[in-house]
T-cell receptor
């Protein structure tokens, strides 16, 4: 079993839609959970992170972690064409190592 | 604050040739990482440095890959000899080590082995 599983999509939605992106993980020792956004031909950039279980909101983005089910979610409200990118979930493992999922490619159509 | 600088941006080589990538991390960042991202997949850690020392190189194919970080600043990653399956984007990232800040990635070097 891979440490982090993420549906690669691709996912295509109309502008203004609510987007739900999800990951599962197997290592119960993970405490920090990052979401990175990667535009085409660019490196990943940190979007937001959550510590342990719970929700965190930042503008149109909400990150959610359920440690009991080892489930990570990212919600995007009022999605915009500029949100079109690949979204990578990445729990933080030991020695500050990020363990990335495959990434979900999102396209928001005007 | 300047970002993580990588060069070259693109490289095309023939199999069995050698290639080197360079990374300059953000000033003051003690930890430096090299990741390999194959098309359609998430980045995979190759090697992690803490200052000059190697913290983790368990997934580095040491028969052909090598990396060094001189004086705890710049780093180079070398592949010799290259194989077709080495075609990927090689990402360098750096961090302060504070978990909540995550990493800062460079734009990567896109390697094509033909």
């Amino acid at each position: 079993q891979k440490e982090v599983e993420q549906d690669p999509g691709p996912l295509s939605v109309p502008e203004g839609a609510i987007v739900s992106l999800n990951c599962t993980y197997s290592n119960s020792a993970f405490q920090y959970f990052m979401w990175y956004r990667q535009y085409s031909r660019k490196g990943p950039e940190l979007l937001m992170y959550t510590y342990s279980s719970g929700n965190k909101e930042d503008g149109r983005f909400t990150a959610q972690v359920d440690k009991s089910s080892k489930y990570i979610s990212l919600f995007i409200r009022d999605s915009q064409p500029s949100d079109s990118a690949t979204y990578l979930c990445a729990p933080l493992g030991g020695s500050e190592k990020l363990v990335f999922g495959k990434g979900t490619k999102l396209t928001v159509n005007p | 604050e300047a970002g993580v600088a990588q060069s070259p941006r693109y490289k095309i080589i023939e199999k069995r040739q050698s290639v080197a990538f360079w990374c300059n991390p953000i000033s003051g960042h003690a930890t430096l990482y090299w990741y390999q991202q194959i098309l359609g997949q998430g980045p995979k850690l190759l090697i992690q440095f803490q200052n000059n020392g190697v913290v983790d190189d368990s997934q580095l194919p040491k028969d052909r890959f090598s990396a060094e970080r001189l004086k705890g600043v710049d780093s180079t990653l070398k592949i010799q000899p290259a194989k077709l399956e080495d075609s990927a984007v090689y990402l360098c990232a750096s961090s302060t080590g504070e978990e909540t800040y995550g990493y800062t990635f460079g734009s990567g070097t896109r390697l094509t082995v033909v």
